[in-house]
């Protein structure tokens, strides 16, 4: 928990939606990284201009990939109902 913690605070992720995310993720065994599922953890950002969304979500799925493969199999359920 502290560790995901550390990432949505470091990235200013919306909290809830993130771990719903990552408990899907380890339900399904991936992190899935098409369609919309991480633009809707992130924070509001411009789409046009200079805000580097592009980079700033790249950054973003290799923090939750990285989370993933670390506590992957572990043998403990992780669950979203955490605060």
Do not use: C, W
């Amino acid at each position: 928990e502290n560790d995901l913690a550390s990432i949505i605070q470091a990235e200013r992720l919306k909290p809830q939606e993130t771990r719903e995310f990552m408990e899907n993720s380890f339900r399904d065994g991936e992190v899935k990284t098409t369609g919309t599922d991480i633009d809707k953890l992130m924070p509001p950002m411009s789409r046009f201009g200079h805000s580097n969304r592009a980079d700033k979500k790249q950054t973003i799925i290799d923090k939750l990939k990285a989370f993933f493969e670390k506590y992957f199999g572990i043998g403990t359920m992780f669950s979203s109902d955490q605060k």
